[in-house]
Every structure is written in C-alpha cells, then in structure tokens.
C-alpha cells in the first residue's frame, strides 16, 4: 500500500505556543489529503479537507484561525495549531488520497500526539 | 454518507478465521464499502474495499451481501497482531467523498 509520514510522531509544548506538523505522502501524489483529531477512547474526527493549491475546507465546529492548513505540494499539507491550549491536546492523524475512481483510497499517516502543558 | 452499524465487540482464538458483520441498509447504489483497522496508538491502516463484488487481498476478504445491505469482513487465519478496532464505512469515491467513522468493533485475538 501507499506509504503516509507525519512529523514529528509526537511534541510537547507550553501553552500559548504553536506547534506545526508535517504530513508526507511518500509514493504518491495526493491532490487531496485530510486532517483527522481523536481523543482518548473516542473515534476519528474529521478537521479538514485539503487540497493542493488551494484553502482547506473545515468541518463545522472547527476554528479555521487556529487550525491552519497548508498544502503547498501534491506530497506535503502541513497543520499548525496556532496558541496551543491544553485542551488542544490529542492525537492528530492526517490521510492522503491516491486518485483511480474506483480504486481511490486514503492512507493514513502514523499520528502525531500533541500535549500542551 | 451512510452510515453502518457494527457489534461493539468480538473475539477469536489464534489461527482460526475471524468474520466481522457490518450492516449498511441505508447504502446508495454508488457507495463503496471500506474496512480500516486501528491498532492501539497508530493511524488507521487500510484494509480493502468492494462494491458489489467480493473482495480478495492479501490481508482479508470482503463478502458483501447480493442486496449490499450488509457485508462481512474475513481475516482467514487470525493472529494476535490482527487484534485492533476495525472500521466499517461506506463511501463515495472521489476527492470531496469524506471518511466518517464510527465506533467500529473492537477485535480481540486470543491465544
């Protein structure tokens, strides 16, 4: 399958500070990649969609300002949680998708886990 | 998106074929099945997806019903690393087509 990479796997920063992670599809082009958030014992939720070149569109509820997404290349959309809070804390997975119609499918990333102190 | 109903839970010894339900009675002509697993701490890893069709990989193998209201997921020969929360999720292909997931059912390998 299509190999996705995040960066950093995980990161602890002090309150009011912001954090950027990385999200790389390795083997493919990505048009199209998605950020995802999951708190403890819950499921995936959906942040935002991303596609190259042009702004992400955010799931309702989701600050745009403080969630900033850039997807500048068809293999890097980066995520930047902008005067991180403690409740900010969580585990942020990206996914990345392969284009074929039928067989188009997203990877996912490993996750990266962010605590805000 | 329609949405897909799963049983919390399920077990299975080691070496013997674990077969996970999903029911999707509200599925659209066009809309795919996808399964996903997520073991502790990772992201999501993609397992297979059918239409109508069954569905063979390496991984698993996907048996959705004539009438695609519900499908199963088979993994032949269970380990104790197929152990994770496994995700049902019928989708649209194409770029603006989100993944929604639920709950999911969480797959205990036992020895």
């Known amino acids: 399958g299509a190999v996705v990479s995040q960066h950093p796997s995980w990161v602890i920063c002090k309150s009011g500070t912001s954090v950027k992670i990385e999200c790389r599809s390795l083997?493919?082009?990505?048009?199209?990649m998605f950020w995802y958030r999951q708190f403890p014992k819950q499921s995936l939720m959906l942040m935002a969609t991303?596609?190259?070149?042009?702004?992400?569109?955010?799931e309702q509820g989701v600050e745009k300002d403080k969630f900033l997404i850039n997807h500048a290349s068809l293999t890097l959309s980066t995520l930047t949680v902008t005067s991180a809070h403690p409740e900010d804390s969580s585990f942020y997975i990206c996914s990345a998708l392969t284009s074929g119609g039928a067989k188009d499918t997203q990877y996912f990333g490993p996750g990266t886990r962010l605590t805000v102190l | 998106d329609a949405k897909t109903t799963q049983p919390p839970s399920m077990d299975c010894a080691e070496g013997r074929a674990a077969n996970l339900p999903c029911n999707h009675s509200?599925?659209?002509?066009?809309?795919?099945v996808y399964w996903y697993r997520q073991i502790h701490s990772q992201g999501p890893q993609y397992i297979i997806h059918g239409l109508k069709n069954n569905e063979t990989n390496e991984m698993a193998s996907l048996i959705i019903t004539e009438d695609r209201k519900s499908s199963t997921l088979i993994l032949p020969h269970a380990t104790l690393r197929d152990t994770a929360v496994y995700y049902c999720i019928v989708r649209y292909t194409g770029a603006n087509s989100k993944l929604t997931f639920g709950k999911g059912i969480t797959l205990s390998v036992r020895p």
């Open positions: 509200t599925i659209s002509g066009n809309e795919y």
């Open positions: 991303s596609n190259e070149g042009s702004k992400a569109t955010y």
């Open positions: 083997d493919f082009q990505a048009t199209t």
